[in-house]
């Protein structure tokens, strides 16, 4: 089911700098990779607690973007704050963040290092494999993780975002749910960004390309050194995707979409791999195409999503503003929910099951978007049609404790029609819902059902 909403072996160890901010600590650590024969770099994040609480959390790995550099995100004081106000003020459950370094530099006339997009490649080196066999086990033998797909997920901003969707759907066997932030997800968009690509060489054809020609050049040569290298192609190793004269070049580019996570979504909708897929994009973003076509892609192999877009472009809102919609969709706020009658019969011909909801310190009941509030899974297991709001609304403090909740309707016939074969079992209910500004929440009572 689409949603569209419009309104993210341990060989060596050592830890460097560890610093507080606010609630939670960041610590730069290195491991040993085995897939590229060095140690690398990670930061991680761990919540308020973790030291002396002896639990196990939940891991999201960070993949950034283009222009920045590794440690940028978890060095920004607003995002690291978000991460805090979240988990401090008990909005969300505590997990464990981990950036990743995906970056690499394989032409060092270049200023900056660019992405490896997750890919192993002969040129940049075995990023792919380095994620799924080095960091993630290490990362699950040196921290307390719930190490198992259903609680790990990872996110990808810009580039960053297509790099971990390919990972994830990859190998969803490893990631329960990939989040992306304004992704340049698919590749098959970059055919129309030629014209783009050229004008980095003013004197025209036949065309000398060189990633240090301009910024476009420098993007199409990052892609290429991932997917199309060629190390018998000097001085830049790579295979580029369009001619001397400037045309698509139809053998590289064939090689170039093998990397497609088109394809790769439909391998995974051909092996009957699951995962939950979350994307956001600016409606004034220049790649908001990037995220749309691969939303096509995604709807023709009837896998489910859900795409949000808010009013922005590629950088604003900052990431940190988005961060909520992104951690709360695979990790929702913790709401609370009272569902009457907690005595459901299964003959009843009564017309309303009525349920009051209560949102965590700090957030108004008045801000649930109504239209979204449904009962999406009965026992822990999801409705093939979720059971959406009926009747009418109000706000209230029926439970006399202080915090308002807000009363909703659901049609008891289409809840009891969900529990046939449950009679004499306690069933637990759980209601889906957002917040205005795009946050997600869930709750989940417990009802008896007699037959």
């Known amino acids: 089911m689409k949603r569209l909403i419009f309104a993210l072996v341990v060989v060596g160890f050592f830890v460097i700098p560890t610093f507080v901010t606010g609630a939670g600590t960041v610590e730069e650590v290195a491991y040993y990779s085995d897939a590229l024969g060095m140690d690398k770099m990670a930061l991680v994040y761990l919540p308020e607690g973790y030291e002396n609480s002896g639990e196990e959390y939940p891991v999201v790995y960070l993949v950034g973007d283009f222009g920045s550099g590794f440690g940028n995100w978890c060095s920004i004081p607003e ?38 997009f997750l890919v192993d490649s002969e040129l940049n080196g075995n990023y792919e494999t380095n994620l799924i066999e080095d960091l993630v086990p290490w990362v699950d033998a040196t921290y307390r993780t719930m190490a198992d797909r259903a609680n790990r997920y990872i996110f990808g901003r810009s580039a960053g975002g297509a790099a971990t969707t390919r990972v994830a759907l990859r190998h969803w ?165 009272e569902i009457n009658p907690d005595t459901l019969k299964l003959r009843s011909r009564g017309r309303w099951v009525t349920a009051y909801l209560e949102l965590p310190s700090g957030l108004v009941v008045s801000d649930i978007d109504l239209s979204t509030v449904a009962i999406t899974e009965v026992d ?66 417990t009802v008896r059902v007699v037959d």
């Not at 659901?410 to 306690?426: A, C, K």
């Open 380 to 445: 822990g297991m999801e409705l093939a049609a979720a059971i959406v709001r009926e009747g009418p609304t109000s706000i209230s403090d029926v439970n006399g404790n202080g915090v308002p909740d807000l009363m909703v309707k659901f049609d008891r016939g289409d809840l009891i029609e969900q529990l046939g074969g449950h009679g004499g079992d306690t069933v637990a209910i759980t209601l889906d819902g957002q917040l205005l500004n795009g946050w997600y929440l869930e709750a989940v009572d």
């Open 79 to 116: 995002f690291v704050g978000e991460l805090d106000l979240m988990i401090g003020d008990g909005l969300i459950d505590p997990f464990i963040l981990v950036e990743v370094d995906q970056l690499v530099m394989p032409w060092p006339a270049l200023p900056v290092s660019v992405p490896s």
């Open 173 to 337: 066997d490893v990631f329960g749910g990939v989040g992306t932030q304004v992704g340049t997800i698919a590749v098959e968009p970059l055919a129309a960004a030629l014209p783009l690509i050229l004008t980095d060489y003013p004197d025209g054809p036949p065309y000398d390309y060189s990633p240090t020609a301009g910024l476009w050049s420098m993007y199409l040569f990052s892609w290429c050194a991932a997917m199309t290298p060629n190390m018998t192609n000097p001085p830049w190793y790579v295979d580029i995707i369009i001619d001397e004269d400037g045309n698509l070049d139809p053998e590289v580019w064939q090689r170039f979409v093998a990397h497609s996570n088109s394809r790769w979504a439909a391998e995974m909708k051909a092996a009957g791999g699951e995962l939950d897929i979350f994307m956001d994009a600016g409606d004034e973003d220049f790649y908001l195409p990037f995220t749309l076509y691969f939303a096509g892609v995604l709807d023709s192999l009837e896998l489910p999503y859900t795409l949000q877009i808010f009013h922005g472009d590629h950088d604003n809102p900052p990431m940190w503003e988005r961060l909520k919609s992104h951690t709360t969709y695979f990790m929702p706020l913790n709401a609370t929910v």
